[in-house]
Every structure is written in structure tokens, then in C-alpha cells.
């Protein structure tokens, strides 16, 4: 890991003080290290600020490591994180993980409804973040995300008082701003003065007689971030339909190949494994699901030798009208071991995740991480639910009004055949 270099004019101001920066030193550097005499303090704190960089990225890519090996732990991960950031020059960096933390334990309230795994990849997320910032490297942008909304659509079948706003419960709602739209028929008209944003995990939309100005003409209301869809609210009118759901299995007769790049050592493993892990994952997306793959080999002993890194790549589309409600399928896939010869190493997946089989290539004669060490992967076939894109109402959406008591019984009845029927086994 290469060590972080403070300029040496920040040195000369601890060492020498901003009065003597001014009144009793040269501003030239090489007159300023005789005059105050302090080259060799100089050297040595850059040595030292140096190695406490170093230790950070390493405390933080620990972190991380484990978070891919179980992001549910990321409670524990983020605890044992803070207290090995104990030197005061790792101050800034222990109070944003002790942030992290606090945001985080915040966020997993009952009405909250995101499970732990998916906390974890929020907080792996920010880590790597901050590990970014520390190595002075370009952030992404933190996507916001929603685990629920209530109520899951609006009946405007309901008195006023019973439908008056929208909660949506999620995470980063406060990093960038989200517009929210409402559609009436052909019109859209954007509605975001209406949403508060009360916490960075919860927010509200005012429905009442002062917040969005819905009518009979009103179809859905939408969240985009950075123009693309994020989420959908059904107004279910008195015409409005159930929306078609289905099932369909996606398989790709392919492989993808992944090698992670050098971030430690010599390159050469020579014998010492590595030891190896992969993760790989679904990410669903609205309309599409990425595939995350995740590989990190390390050398046994001697310089820790490490290859490690991670792509994403968009692996299903869904048919235009549709959007994928849920993965059905396994949501995740990972390997683990310790090569022990210069062949090539498969390791199975397993038949419900992404990965059907792992093929690993380790340890070779000359260089490895950067260059040969990686992994193949195939897949198992995805299998997503789909729902229609339309101007209707999923029957997920409703059976969650009607365990809230917040959909009339008029529309109940009205929409209670289609639902049969959807459920209605095809002959």
C-alpha cells in the first residue's frame, strides 16, 4: 500500500509555528530546513504521518473485506473499526465511521423494514468512500434507496384525512436530491416542494389539502434520482386495474471473466497460496439486474502479496412495460479456499445463487496479481417476478392496504375478482 505524503510546508508550520513562518524564518524551503533546524523532525514526522495513513487504508480495507465476507455484521465490523483508530492523526477518519455507525443503528427500526444484509452493503458503501477520500481518489455518488413505502399506493376512494401523505422509509435520502413527479394522464407535473425529508432514513410526502394537488385524473406519483426511476405509487381511481404480474427465468449460455488488480506487494504470490474469496451478488435495479463480483487473493505470508477488486455489470433487462418487483432466485453466491499449486481451481457456487461454478486461476511462475490471478464465472439462470408498468395497481400494493386497513371496501370488492383470478392457476 503506498504511503500518503503531507506537503512539507504544512511540517514547517507545526514545527516552526505560524509566527516564526512569518517573522523568523525564510519561506524558502532550503534556507527554512538549516535556519530552523529541523530536517531531521521533518523526515521523521513524514514518516510517521505516512505510516498512519497507511494504517488507516488498512484498518478501513479490513472493514471492508469483512463486510464482503458478511455484510450482516456490519455493526461489529464498525465497532472493532473505530476502536483500532486510535492515534490522533486517524481522528477524522474515527469520527466518521462513529458517525456511520450512529446513522447506521438509526436506520433499522421496526418501521424501517431494510434487513441487515442490505445495511451492509449501505455501510461497505460509505466505507469505501471514505477510503476514497483518504487516498484522494474520485467518490461515486451515493445513491439513495428505498426499502418501503406506506401506504404501498393511494385509494382515492378513502376520505382525505386517511390518505393525507406518504412515508417512505430508506437510506441517503439526504446526499443528493430526489424530485418526486405526479402523473396525470399525459401530464407531469413535479411535486418535490411537497416531500420533508425528516430524517436521512425517512421522509413524507404531504397528500393533504395543502401538499400534492391529486385528482381524479392522477395516475402515480414517481421518485427519480439523477432522472432515473427509483420508485412508483400507484392512485388507484375508480377504474383503476390490478396490475399483471410473472414470472420469467432468464439464462445466459456464457461465461464472464474477471482479474482484479495488484494493491499489495511484489506481485508474485511464489508459492504462498494466496489465500482466496468471492462474492458474488444480484442487484436489482428497477428495470434491470447487475451482477457484483467481488474477488481478493492474498499471499499467505512474506509481503502479503494481494489482488482485489470488484466489477458490476448490468446482466438482465426487462421487457419494455414491465419492472422487476423481486429476484426470485438466490441472491448471492461465494467461494473461499487456499491454492495450493499453479492448476486452476473450480469451486461451485452452488445451485440457487448467481455463480453455478467458480473457476479461480492463483498462483503461476512469474507475476501474478494484476495480470493472471482471477476468476471465470457461469451462471445459474435468474429468475425475476415482473409486474406490469401501467395505469394500474400491483396486488402486492393492495394486499398491504388492506392489512393497514387503508383501501375502502368498495374498491376491495371491485378489485378482489381480478386478484383471484391472477392467482387462478392456468390451465
Avoid at 452452488?350 to 490471478?373: I, L
Avoid at 417476478?385 to 401501467?390: F, I, S, T
Wanted: proline content about 6%; some cysteine; glycine content about 6%.
Amino acid at each position: 500500500m503506498s504511503a500518503i505524503k503531507i506537503p512539507l510546508f504544512h511540517f514547517f508550520q507545526i514545527f516552526c509555528g505560524f509566527r516564526m513562518l512569518f517573522l523568523g524564518c525564510s519561506v524558502f524551503v532550503p534556507v527554512l530546513i538549516s535556519g530552523c533546524s529541523i530536517g531531521d523532525k521533518i523526515d521523521k514526522v513524514t514518516d510517521t504521518v505516512s505510516d498512519v495513513s497507511g494504517d488507516t487504508v488498512a484498518t478501513l480495507n479490513d472493514a471492508i473485506d469483512a463486510l464482503d465476507r458478511n455484510s450482516s455484521s456490519w455493526q461489529a465490523v464498525l465497532q472493532d473499526t473505530t476502536s483500532k483508530l486510535t492515534k490522533d492523526a486517524q481522528s477524522t477518519v474515527r469520527n466518521e465511521v462513529s458517525d456511520l455507525l450512529n446513522r447506521s443503528v438509526a436506520a433499522t427500526g421496526d418501521e424501517l423494514r431494510c434487513n441487515m444484509d442490505f445495511i451492509g452493503a449501505r455501510v461497505r458503501q460509505a466505507l469505501a468512500g471514505i477510503r476514497a477520500r483518504l487516498l484522494h481518489q474520485t467518490v461515486p455518488p451515493v445513491e439513495p434507496a428505498l426499502c418501503h413505502v406506506v401506504p404501498a399506493a393511494v385509494d382515492m376512494a378513502l376520505d382525505l384525512s386517511r390518505r393525507n401523505k406518504l412515508e417512505f422509509f430508506g437510506y441517503d435520502f439526504d446526499t443528493t436530491p430526489i424530485k418526486v413527479t405526479l402523473h396525470d394522464g399525459s401530464r407531469a407535473q413535479d411535486v418535490s416542494a411537497k416531500l420533508d425529508r425528516l430524517t436521512h432514513y425517512h421522509m413524507t410526502l404531504n397528500l393533504g389539502a395543502n401538499g400534492v394537488p391529486l385528482s381524479k385524473a392522477s395516475d402515480k406519483l414517481t421518485l427519480e434520482w439523477q432522472n432515473r426511476p427509483i420508485s412508483s405509487i400507484a392512485v388507484i381511481q375508480p377504474a383503476t386495474p390490478v396490475c399483471r404480474e410473472k414470472t420469467e427465468t432468464y439464462a445466459r449460455d456464457t461465461y464472464l471473466s474477471f482479474t482484479p488488480p495488484h494493491t499489495r506487494g511484489d506481485k508474485e504470490f511464489d508459492g504462498n497460496g494466496p489465500e482466496v474469496w468471492a462474492k458474488a451478488s444480484w442487484i436489482s435495479q428497477g428495470t434491470q439486474v447487475s451482477f457484483r463480483l467481488w474477488m481478493k487473493a492474498q499471499e499467505t505470508k512474506s509481503d502479503w502479496t494481494t489482488a482485489e477488486g470488484e466489477r458490476t455489470d448490468v446482466y438482465y433487462t426487462a421487457p419494455p412495460g414491465w419492472r422487476i418487483d423481486s429476484i426470485v432466485s438466490g441472491l448471492e453466491s461465494s467461494a473461499h479456499y487456499v491454492d495450493t499449486d499453479h492448476n486452476d481451481d473450480r469451486q461451485g457456487g452452488g445451485p440457487n445463487g448467481p455463480v453455478k461454478e467458480f473457476k479461480f486461476r492463483g498462483d503461476h511462475d512469474g507475476d501474478d496479481a494484476g495480470s493472471y490471478t482471477g476468476v471465470d464465472v457461469t451462471f445459474n439462470p435468474l429468475v425475476v417476478k415482473l409486474v406490469e408498468v401501467a395505469n394500474c395497481a400491483p396486488a402486492s400494493a393492495v394486499k398491504s392496504l388492506q392489512v393497514k386497513d387503508l383501501i375502502a371496501p368498495a374498491t376491495i370488492k371491485r378489485l378482489q375478482p381480478m386478484m383471484l383470478k391472477m392467482q387462478s392457476p392456468k390451465p
